[in-house]
């Protein structure tokens, strides 16, 4: 029997107590499809199969009495992945290598993970990282100072060294401390407080230089004084009156006036004014001391009818203008003068005011007075246009060109194009031209039918009408040309008189071209005109 297999249909171990024992010198192997124990099992080796537990039961790995489905004390090592349906709940450490990646997301859209010797959050997702808290603290890696702060419906605060440097308020924001900036704008107000050690100081540096206002050196007080402490010297800003407003130099006890401006606009200087640049002046009142080269304004009052003389003077040349209070008898007289010899001159009273100009010698050139203006001589006017309301000539009168309402004007060559047109298809197009003209020559690019309106909506009533059909009288065309291709220009004869009558009427010439060339094409066209009406 030693050598031969035997089959065991059951085996009963009965027993009040004690374990029952299989013993076998070798393996001993349970071939079945299924084995069923319905008791506990202590199993002392290794188990080279598979293991199924059922319902209700549980696995411990070291533990006799398991308080969980699989309950294992001691270390657990998984060479494969472990994939877990339900919520995995960490009594303890996490662990996880330098390199090694904890991804979130179908894509691995967010990581977190450290390489050695940085920390990362990488954010790949479409969308943004958003951070949700009531409060929020980016704090140093001791936990024991703040780098950023922010707080729900308050404020954001950034530090430096655990000390706050800038925060947000409802307003805008506060900075603490020294700001620097290379360009600084600020559209609101800007308040400098007082501090320990800088007490409100203001430092503008630039490169090279820097200019400090401080409370130790130069004072900005609410009676409009700028004071260099320690001295008794101001510059002052003040009223005279209730409408006018001065700056002055206080030192040695008193006021010395730097500048003077009222409300009406007058302005006044003590001491002397040097422009680089270009000034325009409407009034000037000098009452300071005149020397050579300088503009010179005398005289007294505050309007300009007072001033007795100007002279701009350089050197041994000269300009003077004369003058005195207007309406006054005997008539005044102003001029101006080139080495004692009077250019321009004239009356300053009415009803003549007559305005005289002489040539080098002396003699009257041109004059000007209530009957117009006069020339004497042979006047030559080059390089510039001379503007009248009417000109008399009893000689000849020779100009380059004549501008304004009432002269005679040029032919002008006026263009429009359509968009590509089909042929035998029609196409529109508006031309800048004049109010009302007069067309003397029409070009076409190609064979065309051409008909220019005096406005848009007799251009659109016409679109149907057959090329040869006559329009009706009063249908707002003006006039119809066909082009060959053998001759695109039609020059007109007699002119014909043609104009816009929209309202109010403007420039528009309304141009509809039918196409005659046989392909599709766009057709541009040029009429000669002469200008009617401005």
């Known amino acids: 029997m030693a050598d031969k297999g035997f089959g065991i ?18 393996n001993l192997n349970l071939n079945a499809i299924n084995v069923a124990i319905s008791t506990d099992v202590t199993i002392g080796g290794q188990l080279q199969s598979n293991l199924k537990i059922g319902s209700g039961y549980s696995v411990g790995i070291g533990s006799t ?45 967010l990581q977190i993970f450290h390489d050695g010797f940085d ?21 140093n890696a001791a936990n024991n100072e703040n780098i950023i702060t922010g707080i729900e419906n308050s404020a954001v605060t950034l530090f430096n060294d655990g000390s706050n440097k800038l925060q947000t308020t409802g307003y805008g924001v506060t900075i603490f401390g020294t700001l620097q900036s290379q360009q600084l704008n600020i559209t609101g107000i800007a308040t400098f407080g007082s501090t320990s050690g800088n007490a409100g100081q203001l430092d503008v540096v630039s490169n090279t230089t820097s200019t400090r206002i401080t409370p130790g050196t130069i004072a ?21 009156g209730a409408s006018s407003y001065y700056f002055s130099n206080y030192y040695g006890g008193s006021d010395h006036e730097l500048f003077f401006i009222d409300t009406y606009g007058s302005t006044r200087i003590a001491g002397n004014l040097n422009v680089s640049g270009v000034s325009t002046f409407t009034y000037i009142q000098n009452t300071g001391i005149t020397s050579t080269k300088d503009l010179i304004v005398s005289g007294t009052g505050n ?16 300009i003077d203008f004369d003058a005195a209070i207007p309406n006054t008898s005997p008539p005044q007289q102003f001029g101006i003068k080139f080495q004692g010899t009077t250019i321009l001159g004239g009356s300053y009273s009415s009803p003549d005011g007559s ?21 004497s001589g042979i006047t030559t006017i080059t390089g510039t246009t001379l503007f009248a309301k009417q000109i008399s000539v009893s000689g000849v009168v020779t100009a380059t060109s004549f501008v304004g309402s009432n002269t005679l004007k040029s032919r002008a060559v006026v263009s429009g194009v359509t968009t590509s047109i089909a042929n035998n298809g029609i196409g529109n197009t508006n031309i800048t031209g004049f109010k009302s003209y007069s067309l003397m020559k029409v070009g076409l690019s190609t064979a065309g039918w051409l008909r220019l309106y005096t406005d848009s909506a007799s251009r659109t009533a016409d679109a149907s009408r057959s090329q040869g059909v006559d329009p009706a009288p009063g249908s707002g065309v003006i006039v119809e040309v066909i082009t060959t291709g053998i001759s695109t220009t039609q020059i007109i004869t007699p002119f014909v008189m043609g104009g816009n009558l929209d309202d109010p009427a403007d ?7 039918t196409n005659l060339s046989g392909v599709t094409t766009s057709i541009s066209v040029n009429l000669t005109i002469l200008q009617l009406e401005v």
């Open 9 to 26: 249909k059951q085996i009963n171990l009965i027993g009040a107590s004690g374990t029952p024992t299989i013993d076998s010198p070798n």
């Open 65 to 109: 009495i398991p308080s969980a489905k699989l309950d294992v004390i001691g270390g657990a090592k998984f060479t494969g992945g472990v994939d877990v349906s339900g919520v995995a709940t960490f009594q303890s450490n996490v662990r996880l290598g330098d390199n090694d990646i904890l991804n979130f997301g179908d894509g691995n859209d």
């Open 119 to 139: 920390s990362y959050i990488k954010d790949f997702g479409v969308g943004n990282l958003v951070i949700l808290a009531n409060g929020f603290a980016i704090n």
């Open 220 to 240: 900005f007080n609410n009676t409009g004084n700028i004071q260099q402490i320690g001295t008794q010297q101001y510059f002052r800003a003040g009223t005279s």
């Open 303 to 318: 309007d300009v009818g007072s001033i007795s003389t100007i002279s701009l003077r350089s050197r041994n040349n000269y």
């Open 355 to 375: 305005i005289f100009l002489n040539n080098y010698n002396g003699t009257t050139a041109l004059s000007i007075n209530d009957s117009g203006l006069t020339l």
């Open 507 to 513: 420039t528009t010439i309304y141009a509809a071209i």
